[in-house]
């Protein structure tokens, strides 16, 4: 018996070794990041101020602002702007030597095309400290969703957009089951739409209609001969489709219309689960980015690990509607049929951003300029 325990001795001991030197480590990589933190809390409060240029709307600046200065006392300078005015802005004061922003969160489009490009933007994946922010486990996918190889653009919010809407005064939602009904005749010249030649929700939605294998060149051909109608702005489509000009509308903006019909404008927006082809899927905030030479980088550090935490990306989601890319952010909030699902039709990711540029001259050839 002496003899048998003397011959397992070894290993029992191998063992303890083992569990005593990895729960060290554990200790230590979960010491490590605190310090780091504790370390950063410090620096971010002496700077006292993080600037943040992001979306309009005043629930989306209170959501993106109000929580984080409470919590850490933290001034926000916030500049609401639209995806189409920060690039200007950013280079006209950096002509003129001024570094005056820390954070964005912009329109796809602003940041692929003009923010990289011209090198105004840092890695955001050195910046995450918080293990619930970087372990892949609290994400859709699996992973963080960045939308460049660089990773200088953070997808945070998901969700599907409408495509068609119909005045419920004049039109059945239930009449469409699938794209191809906006063809039947009887929509011939009733039909507003959000021009998609423009960069817009028009061009999102068209480019969804382009990049579905079941629609394609062929439908958007084929569409361009029910004499559809483009309004001049957001406002006056969704105006002419609410006062019962038009009977549907093509590309509107869901916001605006969740807007118009809590005032009690008969407009629907048509589910996708009830559509064929289903609907495509958009980033609803736009990425989030961090600017380089920030003049405030511990307060940006700070700020971008808050956001996409969990309690941050609840109060964004339950503050806009939006639907966080969090696997472990509630939905309720918002309708089913916004929520995204795996294997959908993207319209912003780098395959979309490529077709687009195989869009745009085709909506010119078919539509004109």
């Not at 021009?195 to 629609?215: E, N």
């Not at 109608?229 to 019962?244: C, H, P, R, S």
């Not at 807007?259 to 609803?284: F, H, N, Q, S």
Request: charged fraction near 25%; hydrophobic fraction near 40%; aromatic fraction near 10%.
């Amino acid at each position: 018996m002496k003899r048998k325990i003397n011959l397992y001795l070894p290993h029992i001991v191998f063992a303890m070794l083992f569990f005593v030197f990895a729960d060290s480590k554990i200790g230590f990589a979960a010491a490590a990041w605190q310090e780091e933190w504790e370390r950063l809390l410090r620096a971010a409060k002496s700077e006292g101020k993080l600037t943040l240029i992001g979306p309009l709307g005043a629930d989306r600046r209170d959501a993106l602002s109000q929580a984080f200065q409470s919590k850490y006392g933290i001034a926000v300078e916030y500049h609401p702007d639209a995806g189409a005015g920060i690039f200007p802005r950013l280079n006209a004061e950096r002509k003129a030597g001024l570094y005056l922003w820390d954070v964005l969160i912009s329109g796809t489009s602003t940041a692929l095309d003009a923010l990289i490009p011209n090198k105004f933007l840092d890695p955001l994946e050195p910046t995450l400290i918080l293990p619930e922010v970087k372990e892949s486990k609290y994400w859709r996918g699996g992973a963080l969703e960045f939308l460049d190889p660089g990773h200088q653009t953070l997808i945070m919010t998901l969700m599907y957009r409408g495509t068609v809407y119909v005045n419920s005064n004049l039109a059945n939602p239930r009449e469409f089951t699938s794209h191809k009904d906006l063809l039947d005749l009887k929509w011939k010249g009733k039909i507003v739409a959000d021009d998609p030649r423009k960069s817009g929700t028009g061009q999102g939605t068209f480019l969804f209609f382009y990049r579905h294998p079941q629609l394609g060149a062929d439908f958007i051909r084929s569409l361009s001969r029910q004499d559809i109608t483009f309004a001049k702005n957001y406002a006056q489509e969704v105006d002419m489709l609410g006062q019962g000009r038009f009977p549907v509308g093509i590309g509107l903006s869901d916001s605006m219309i969740e807007e118009r019909t809590k005032r009690g404008v008969p407009i629907a927006i048509l589910d996708p689960r009830l559509l064929k082809e289903g609907a495509p899927l958009t980033p609803a905030s736009g990425p989030l980015c961090l600017v380089n030479r920030a003049p405030h980088p511990n307060a940006a550090k700070l700020y971008i690990n808050w956001l996409l935490s969990k309690e941050a990306q609840t109060v964004l989601a339950q503050t806009t509607g939006y639907i966080s890319n969090r696997v472990d952010v509630p939905t309720d909030h918002a309708p089913a049929w916004k929520i995204p699902q795996p294997d959908s039709i993207k319209i912003y990711d780098a395959a979309a951003k490529e077709m687009n540029q195989k869009l745009v001259p085709l909506l010119h050839e078919i539509f004109g300029r």
